[in-house]
Structure formats: C-alpha cells, structure tokens
C-alpha cells in the first residue's frame, strides 16, 4: 500500500512507519518539524527511515490547506495514518491557538484529501483525555466523553466527531485510537518517564504531581504502534446492529469507530517512579505538588473492543518498558 503518515517524525509516527516500511508499504511522511520540543530530536527519528527507499520525507504543516490538498491530489494515498498534531494538555492552557490551527484547521485539511482522493481508510489519534472528568472505570469506548477538562481533550473530541460526520455525509472510513500514556524510546521530552529520567541522572529533584496519588495506564510504544498498523487494516464498517433511539457512541451507521489502546493494567504513580529509579540505580529526589489544571488523577482501559476487532491487546509489563527507554536514554544522551 501507498500510506500517509502525518507526524512522522514524532514519537509514534517513527514507530508506525517503520512497522509499514518493514513489511514492504510505501509511506510518504509529513511532519513541520516544529519547535515545541526539541528539533534535533526529530531529526534523529527522520534519520531511521530516511534510508529506505520506499519512504519519502515531506515537510509541510497539516493547516497548510493547500498544500495538503495539492499532497493528496499527487500522491493518491491507499490509507492515510493521521498523527500530526500539537500535543500536551498542560500546553493547551498556554497557547490554545496552536490547537486549534493544527487539531482541528490541520483535521479538516486531512479529512477533505481522504475525502476527494477515493482514501481506503483514515486512521487518527484520538486520545484518552476525551474521558475528562468521567471516573468510571475502565474507560470504555462505549461510556459519554461530553465533559472534557482541557482545550486538547476538547479538540481531540472534535476530531471524532469530524470524523463521524465524514463517514455518514462521504462513506468515508475512520477509525479514531484513544492513546493512553504512550512511553517508550524515542519519546516525547515533555512526558513524565523523559522527564523524571532526565532530573534523577541530574540529581535534581522530580515534580510529583496531586502527591503522588495519580494512576495511569502506561502503553509501551510497541504495543501502541502495533495497534495502530492492525487497526489501520480493518477499515471501520457500518455496525448494522446500530440501534439510532439508543445510540452507542462506539458505534454508528456510518464506516465508524473509535478504540482505546491502553495496556488495561493501571500503575499507581508512585510505583511508575520506583521502576524508573529501579532501572537507573538512583533514589529519585521528590517534590509533591498539587494536582494541575487540566489533569485527571487516574485513566484505565478497556480495551476489549480494540480486540475484538483485531485480535490484539497491549501486554508490555512497565517494568520491562521503562528499562528499554532507560538504555534508550543513556545510549541516545551518553548518559
């Protein structure tokens, strides 16, 4: 197949595209290599598949509208895999225009190339913070999301709702993933596993936010990229046992869905910080602080719709996952 990937020099992006290089596919990568972390470290994410020849770099911003349109009228993409966006919630607070120019101008531009171009399947990171103030777990695809507590989490509830309306009006079909907590080499320096690494090898003290009483679903990239290239395989189809009196917001009448990928097994923080100083050899420094705005002190996953459809589940103990990154991060920091 010929697939997009927008975000291809981001942390899952990388990973994505070197599961569909490695099976033979050919992938046109985009990405504006934009500042929000660091640039460098992009780069070197390019540079693991810069060398196949059946991978070709594009630099372009997915709000150019033009330019994507011209990318899709050129390339006519099989699939398109869509994670470009600007991502954090704590960010969201500080400069809310970035997500609307990307997350959702940025979307728009996507969903219209997939549109006018005979597109198989659009596949779209959603995210876990959709949940927002839901605390019934596990989160379940089938649970309402209309309470979200940051400007990501509300753009990332937009996108699936873009894309129903897509699917329904255009026969187009879409398939949103729920990430939850990815981790993993090659990560993104603003998450908690970078940063507390990178504050304990300094002997400076790590920032423990809501005092330690946070639980998160930790997902190991692989698992994460693995899920994405399985879902990106089965095109969503309309569900005909839709029932439209008592709509299920998993499921549609149109080519629709939207799955979480979590490793449906919460880490209390705390235990996340000992499996970090574990594999390091080091006793973290800590300072407590109050919860931040935006956060929520716990998410989990259900994530038996996810393998249902594709007969896979995460299964990457944190354990086995945080001492893969902290090799990672002494070998790629000469740490």
Aim: negative net charge; charged residues 20%.
């Amino acid at each position: 197949m010929k697939v997009l990937v927008t975000g291809a020099a981001g942390f899952i992006g990388m990973h994505v595209s070197q599961i569909l290089l490695a099976r033979g596919d050919s992938v046109v990568g985009l990405d504006n290599l934009n500042d929000y972390y660091d640039v460098q470290l992009k780069l070197d994410r390019l540079a693991r598949l810069t060398p196949n020849a059946n991978f070709r770099f594009v630099k372009m911003d997915v709000a150019d509208r033009e330019g994507i349109a011209k990318l899709f009228a050129d390339e006519k993409f099989d699939r398109v895999v869509h994670l470009a966006a600007q991502a954090g919630v704590r960010y969201s607070l500080v400069n809310p225009h970035a997500y609307i120019d990307s997350n959702i101008v940025g979307f728009t531009n996507i969903l219209e190339g997939c549109r006018h171009n005979a597109v198989q399947h659009l596949a779209y990171a959603s995210s876990s913070s959709v949940y927002g103030g839901n605390t019934a777990m596990p989160f379940s695809e089938h649970h309402n999301i209309d309470h979200p507590v940051s400007l990501y989490a509300a753009t990332k509830k937009a996108n699936e709702l873009m894309a129903h309306t897509y699917s329904h009006l255009f026969r187009l079909p879409t398939t949103g993933l729920r990430f939850f907590t990815v981790y993993g080499p090659w990560g993104r320096p603003d998450m908690a596993l970078f940063l507390f690494t990178k504050a304990i090898l300094a002997g400076e003290p790590i920032k423990v936010f809501n005092h330690g009483k946070m639980v998160r679903d930790f997902t190991y990239i692989d698992d994460i990229a693995n899920g994405v290239v399985r879902v990106l395989d089965r095109p969503a189809t309309v569900d005909s046992g839709f029932d439209a009196a008592s709509p299920d917001p998993a499921r549609s009448n149109a080519p629709y869905r939207v799955f979480n990928i979590g490793n449906n097994d919460p880490v209390p923080l705390m235990a996340f910080i000992e499996a970090i100083e574990g594999a390091l050899g080091k006793t973290a420094q800590k300072e407590y602080l109050p919860m931040q705005d935006g956060d929520v002190p716990a998410t989990s996953a259900d994530v038996s719709e996810l393998e249902s459809w594709t007969d896979f589940r995460p299964a990457t103990p944190v354990t086995e996952g945080v001492g893969r990154f902290v090799q990672w991060y002494r070998n790629y920091f000469k740490a």
